[in-house]
């Protein structure tokens, strides 16, 4: 399970980049795709570094990369205020959890400056451990998890917005062992 997830993330990234480069304004004109973003994050930042520090940023091995599509024009989503349809994915480069979520994301400007906050809630399947594995792996309890991110970035122009980012994937204590996963990391944006 653990090396199909990583080859589909992989592929699901490596597939998207190529469509997309070099033909962006020719597809901005008909896609649903909102944006396209591309990061690296520090893996679980909640378990304690090599001097017990409380926020561990030592392992930065992760690539995140999500796919926003535009909120359908349908009256959910409107009702819920128009969320973005969030698909992505998180690759350790290390060996550990790796996972893809489906979300919706909401945005919000931060009056008139380029600021703005996002907040983001899905669901996530993943590759680690479920249960039976010492630290730093991580007991994760289910294969399917809860997905929440949140946000703070810039919009430097029409095309083009950077994110630091917070996520957290946790089965929110409905079954045991509920290690989760917590990653702190940078996306830049790329806005069709």
């Known amino acids: 399970m653990g090396k199909i997830l990583q080859k589909l993330s992989a592929f699901f990234m490596l597939s998207t ?14 896609s649903p795709i909102s944006e396209i973003r591309l990061g690296i994050a520090a893996h679980s930042v909640d ?11 030592t392992r930065l ?3 995140a990369f999500e796919v926003l599509f535009f909120s359908p024009d349908i009256d959910a ?11 992505g994915t998180t690759i350790n480069t290390n060996g550990r959890e790796s996972k893809i979520h489906l979300a919706l994301t909401w945005q919000l400007p931060i009056f008139e400056t380029g600021f703005f ?4 809630l899905g669901a996530a ?3 680690g451990a479920i249960d039976g594995v010492v630290e730093p792996a991580r007991r994760l309890g289910s294969r399917f998890l809860f997905y929440e991110a949140a946000g703070i970035g810039y919009r430097f122009n029409d095309n083009m917005n950077v994110i630091i980012f917070a996520e957290h994937a946790s089965n929110a204590n409905l079954v045991q062992p509920n290690s989760g996963i917590s990653n702190i990391g940078i996306k830049f944006g790329y806005i069709f």
Do not use: C, M, Y
């Open 17 to 30: 980049i190529i469509v997309f480069s070099g033909t962006s304004s020719i597809l901005a004109q008909n």
């Open 47 to 57: 378990r304690p570094g090599p001097n017990d520090e409380p926020l561990n940023f």
């Open 61 to 63: 091995e992760d690539i």
């Open 77 to 87: 989503f409107s009702w819920i205020g128009s969320p973005k349809i969030n698909f």
């Open 117 to 120: 906050v996002e907040g983001t």
């Open 125 to 127: 399947i993943h590759n």
